[in-house]
């Protein structure tokens, strides 16, 4: 079992930037890849960034130019580096991780963390 635990969310202002975190913890040597997905109210979750153990990425085009994710593989961690806000950014975003390339789907999810991105 995998273990994800989320921090960084918050207010901010449009134009404003904001860094999630995402720790790891449990049987982290069968995680393949880990990413973030977000769901606005009323919207369905919808996939923000992939990155693998490779280090090989994937954004939303909605997101791509604007948002970085990045790892610490020593200490199981990922980061969510977003720039130039948009009010629609605003959702909960979910840590996730998978055994497997995230084109089959990820098997753990953290508790997810508010960012609200104020017009």
């Known amino acids: 079992q995998v273990q994800l635990v989320e921090s960084g969310g918050g207010l901010v202002q449009a134009g404003g930037s904001l860094r999630l975190s995402c720790e790891a913890s449990?049987?982290?040597?069968?995680?393949?890849?880990m990413g973030w997905y977000r769901q606005a109210p009323g919207k369905q979750r919808e996939l923000v960034a992939t990155?693998?153990?490779?280090?090989?990425?994937n954004y939303s085009d909605s997101v791509k130019g604007r948002f970085t994710i990045s790892r610490e593989m020593n200490k199981n961690t990922i980061y969510l580096q977003m720039n130039g806000l948009k009010p629609e950014d605003t959702a909960v975003y979910y840590c996730?991780?998978?055994?497997?390339?995230?084109?089959?789907?990820?098997?753990?999810w953290g508790e997810g963390t508010l960012v609200t991105v104020s017009g």
């Open positions: 990155i693998t153990r490779g280090g090989s990425t």
């Open positions: 449990g049987t982290t040597p069968s995680i393949f890849a």
């Open positions: 996730t991780a998978g055994i497997r390339s995230p084109t089959y789907g990820m098997d753990y």
